[in-house]
């Protein structure tokens, strides 16, 4: 169904909503610092920022250093995904420690998402890579606490949003979800990294940017850790799309956590190069996905001779809050005589959801029942009422 352009309009509006406090950006968060990367392994197989650390001779992290005994079989029983088969989230810890892990696969919730977005290729793994970060980027947050991450491009792709919480829970959306085939970093351009954390007891959200120095989406969100929040990690992301079909889609980080010694730094550093030669591609870890590697592997590929111990694991999947109420509140952020020209040329105030692309439609009357018992202001979540 074609929608008209004031219905867009609505949809944008919408948008809003749904988005909550996206567009709070400070200029004073855009990093001055760049970083570059001259190889495919920087940022995902190297630490781009070091922390910088007291002697853990003298410090008190040699005092209170962790010593924990390897896993064992039966204690990693419950996270075996045989051949890949089902999405999930595991996290890790090395046994000192030094070093956190996680990783993830969300093959499925891909294909579910090109379905109801009807994404061609190049979308798709714009889409998906975001998808990836952000939930890979929310793990171990509160559960009711978001991260928001937007590639904000001048690309024929316009903009990819990925929303992600801390119990696994994702959406997001591309500007154009049409795109012809090219290489994703044609298709984004250039433009800013855009981070958003929220919490609903926060006053104000956490908003940082960054430049997009390779438009792959992981390597420029992993050098806005890097610049932005001077996070020691390696982060990867990549997908295996084959026309209509999402055959791998996953990722990886791999964080320096307080005390990392490094001896510690450089045996994973060393680790994940042996990881990049097991996947054998260019879009590391697709490779090792594809071949039905699995989130437990890479993470004790990444902790080889550091003692792996398993903290959480999640199963992610697609949401969205969207709803009847939230369309309404985005037309009652028009003028009144505005609404009721759309009402006079369409006969209804429709529009669609850029998440789930689930539509919605309002009668005239139905739309003026609503005006005659709404009150508060419908632009702020706890003055809205009905």
Same mark, same amino acid.
């Given at each position: 169904?074609?929608?008209?352009?004031?219905?867009?309009?609505?949809?944008?509006?919408?948008?809003?909503?749904?988005?909550?406090?996206?567009?709070?950006?400070?200029?004073?968060?855009?990093?001055?610092?760049?970083?570059?990367? %001259?190889?495919?392994?920087?940022?995902? @197989? %190297?630490?781009?920022?070091?922390? *910088?650390?007291?002697?853990?001779?003298?410090?008190?992290?040699?005092? /209170?250093?962790?010593?924990?005994?390897?896993?064992?079989?039966?204690?990693? =029983?419950?996270?075996?995904?045989?051949?890949?088969?089902?999405?999930?989230?595991?996290?890790?810890?090395?046994?000192?420690?030094?070093?956190?892990? @996680?990783?993830? /696969?969300?093959?499925?919730?891909?294909?579910?998402?090109?379905?109801?977005?009807?994404? +061609?290729? /190049?979308?798709?793994?714009?889409?998906?890579?975001?998808?990836?970060?952000?939930?890979?980027?929310?793990?171990?947050?509160? #559960?009711?606490?978001?991260?928001?991450?937007?590639? #904000?491009?001048?690309?024929?792709?316009?903009?990819?949003? #990925?929303?992600?919480?801390?119990?696994?829970?994702?959406?997001?959306?591309?500007?154009? &979800?049409?795109?012809? =085939?090219?290489?994703?970093?044609?298709?984004?351009?250039?433009? +800013?990294?855009?981070?958003?954390?929220?919490? &609903?007891?926060?006053?104000?959200? $956490?908003?940082?940017?960054?430049?997009?120095?390779?438009?792959?989406?992981?390597?420029?969100?992993?050098? $806005?850790?890097?610049?932005?929040?001077?996070?020691?990690?390696?982060?990867?992301?990549?997908?295996?799309?084959?026309?209509?079909?999402?055959?791998?889609?996953?990722?990886?980080?791999?964080?320096?956590? &307080?005390?990392?010694?490094?001896?510690?730094?450089?045996?994973?550093?060393?680790?994940? #190069?042996?990881?990049?030669?097991?996947?054998? /591609?260019?879009?590391?870890?697709?490779?090792?996905?594809?071949?039905?590697?699995?989130?437990?592997?890479?993470?004790? +590929?990444?902790?080889?001779?550091?003692?792996? !111990?398993?903290?959480?694991?999640?199963?992610?999947?697609? +949401?969205?809050?969207?709803?009847?109420?939230?369309?309404?509140?985005?037309?009652?952020?028009? &003028? !009144? *005589?505005?609404?009721?020209?759309?009402?006079?040329?369409?006969?209804?105030?429709?529009?669609?959801?850029?998440?789930?692309?689930?539509?919605?439609?309002?009668?005239?009357?139905?739309?003026?029942?609503?005006?005659?018992?709404?009150?508060?202001?419908?632009?702020?979540?706890?003055?809205?009422?009905?």
């Amino acid at each position: 169904m074609k929608l008209s352009p004031a219905s867009v309009a609505i949809g944008i509006m919408m948008q809003f909503f749904l988005l909550r406090s996206s567009a709070a950006f400070s200029p004073m968060n855009l990093a001055r610092r760049s970083l570059s990367s %001259k190889s495919f392994e920087q940022g995902r @197989t %190297k630490f781009l920022f070091q922390k *910088e650390s007291p002697s853990l001779s003298s410090s008190l992290a040699s005092k /209170t250093k962790l010593s924990m005994a390897a896993a064992t079989d039966e204690e990693l =029983e419950p996270f075996i995904n045989k051949n890949n088969l089902d999405d999930q989230i595991f996290s890790c810890i090395s046994g000192n420690g030094e070093i956190k892990v @996680t990783a993830c /696969t969300i093959r499925n919730l891909v294909n579910d998402v090109m379905i109801q977005q009807s994404l +061609t290729a /190049t979308p798709a793994d714009a889409l998906a890579r975001s998808m990836v970060c952000s939930l890979l980027l929310s793990n171990g947050m509160q #559960a009711e606490q978001t991260f928001q991450l937007t590639m #904000a491009c001048d690309g024929p792709i316009r903009s990819v949003v #990925a929303i992600a919480d801390g119990v696994g829970q994702v959406r997001g959306f591309v500007g154009n &979800p049409s795109l012809g =085939e090219m290489h994703i970093s044609e298709a984004i351009g250039k433009g +800013t990294v855009q981070i958003v954390k929220m919490h &609903p007891d926060w006053p104000t959200p $956490y908003n940082g940017v960054t430049a997009i120095e390779h438009g792959d989406v992981d390597r420029d969100v992993g050098i $806005y850790l890097a610049n932005s929040e001077q996070r020691a990690c390696a982060l990867a992301a990549s997908t295996q799309i084959n026309g209509i079909l999402c055959t791998a889609a996953g990722g990886y980080i791999v964080e320096q956590l &307080p005390g990392c010694s490094p001896e510690t730094s450089a045996q994973v550093e060393q680790n994940l #190069a042996n990881l990049a030669e097991k996947d054998g /591609t260019n879009t590391l870890p697709a490779g090792i996905l594809l071949n039905g590697g699995s989130p437990l592997d890479i993470c004790g +590929t990444v902790l080889e001779k550091l003692d792996m !111990k398993p903290l959480q694991q999640i199963a992610p999947r697609l +949401t969205c809050d969207c709803s009847e109420e939230r369309l309404f509140r985005a037309v009652r952020l028009l &003028p !009144k *005589e505005d609404v009721e020209k759309i009402l006079a040329n369409e006969e209804q105030i429709e529009a669609r959801c850029d998440f789930c692309a689930k539509e919605y439609r309002m009668s005239p009357d139905d739309v003026r029942e609503r005006f005659a018992t709404a009150s508060g202001d419908p632009a702020l979540d706890d003055d809205f009422k009905e």
